[in-house]
């Protein structure tokens, strides 16, 4: 439950993108687990089966299958709350694109910009913009701790991550005091899809052990509901972020490479 200005409660309406599966999925649990209804959203036909499992905690589920790579499907996706303020915008979408930048296909490169950039930025420029004028709202993004490091292999990934951390401090001092929370949540690697539809099963970092997405979203949400400006998830990623700080990137470049370049998977 929420509150309007003048006190009265409410419930709350939460927006989640990449919802289908993975941090996305759980993070619109943690959601719905708290009372909020829910409009989630992805670019497969899974979202609809994500929203039957959802429903069953007892709040409303909306579901839309939309590319949000590109504006048409992020004015899908707005239209679909039907004038309904979003309390919670957790702007989750994102893909990732293993292998060595000149060996893959410009439109794979694209896609994964305008997904994890362009279409995350227009849709918290929407609803960020009626949040503020509201004087209330809070904003989760999943950024990512390979944003902290150059991303041999995974250059594109990486650099839009970087993009995506830094975005959120940036708006977060913009909205400072405006009653509009900006969290960012900064994951490692996690259990989820992502390394199969990358392609970095072939990979060290795509094959090792990993943290569970639910744990994820369990940090990444309560950090939104205190309204923290950023969370790395897991003492291990904590420990790679600070050490990034100080380790040159001609360095980190160089590590990153031995977790996705091709045929570094773990053999155990």
Not at 2 to 14: E, L, P, V
Request: charge should be negative; proline fraction near 3%.
């Amino acid at each position: 439950m929420g509150t309007f200005n003048d006190g009265r409660s409410r419930t709350t309406f939460a927006l989640v993108t990449g919802a289908s599966s993975g941090i996305g999925y759980e993070l619109a649990r943690c959601c719905a687990e708290k009372g909020s209804d829910l409009l989630i959203v992805a670019d497969e036909p899974q979202i609809h089966d994500a929203a039957n499992e959802l429903r069953t905690t007892g709040v409303s589920v909306d579901a839309v299958e939309a590319d949000l790579s590109t504006l048409d499907g992020v004015a899908q996706l707005y239209e679909a709350t039907r004038g309904r303020p979003v309390d919670y915008l957790l702007a989750n979408a994102g893909r990732g694109l293993g292998h060595a930048f000149l060996d893959q296909d410009l439109r794979d490169i694209r896609r994964v910009i305008d997904t994890n950039i362009t279409g995350t930025v227009a849709l918290i420029h929407t609803a960020g913009q009626e949040m503020r004028r509201r004087g209330q709202g809070r904003i989760l993004i999943t950024g990512s701790i390979a944003g902290m490091i150059p991303g041999s292999f995974q250059a594109v990934y990486n650099g839009t991550k970087a993009f995506l951390d830094n975005f959120s401090f940036a708006l977060r001092s913009e909205l400072k005091d405006s009653g509009v929370t900006v969290t960012c949540l900064m994951p490692g690697p996690t259990d989820t899809e992502f390394f199969a539809r990358a392609d970095l099963l072939d990979t060290k970092v795509g094959t090792e052990k990993k943290q569970a997405a639910s744990e994820v979203a369990k940090i990444g949400f309560e950090a939104m509901m205190r309204g923290d400006g950023d969370v790395v998830a897991g003492w291990k990623n904590k420990l790679q972020a600070a050490i990034s700080h100080i380790t040159p990137s001609e360095v980190l470049a160089e590590q990153h490479k031995k977790q996705a370049a091709p045929g570094t998977a773990s053999k155990s």
